[in-house]
Nanobody, 120 residues
Framework: QVQLVESGGGLVQAGGSLRLSCVAS????????MGWYRQAPGKQRELAATTTNGGNTNYADSVKGRFTIARDNARNTVYLQMNSLKPEDTAVYYC??????????????WGQGTMVTVSS
């Protein structure tokens, strides 16, 4: 069994910052891509940012220059630093990881989500 646990969401005023964290745990052999997705009320889930175990990153155009994704491979953790937040960033943020497990092979795992609310 593997799981992802997110933390760091909350309520912030426009222009403020938040830092999300996501820790992977369980029977992990290796982790490939880790990323953050978000789902605003009434909308589909969309990519925010991803990072590979080699450090390559990818960002949605809507967050480029404001969000920074980083990972700590030793701790199986990925972070999302969100600056200059806008009301349109309000969403549930989900962590995702492609994990090779000791028992199940390769699996895609989602966290439970953490709410980010940006007030105007």
């Amino acid at each position: 069994q593997v799981q992802l646990v997110e933390s760091g969401g909350g309520l912030v005023q426009a222009g403020g910052s938040l830092r999300l964290s996501c820790v992977a745990s369980g029977s992990i052999f290796s982790i490939n891509v880790m990323g953050w997705y978000r789902q605003a009320p009434g909308k589909q889930r969309e990519l925010a940012a991803t990072t590979t175990n080699g450090g390559n990153t990818n960002y949605a155009d809507s967050v480029k220059g404001r969000f920074t994704i980083a990972r700590d491979n030793a701790r199986n953790t990925v972070y999302l630093q969100m600056n200059s937040l806008k009301p349109e960033d309000t969403a549930v943020y989900y962590c995702n990881a492609g994990i090779t497990t000791a028992t199940l092979g390769y699996v895609q795992v989602w966290g439970q989500g953490t709410m980010v609310t940006v007030s105007s």
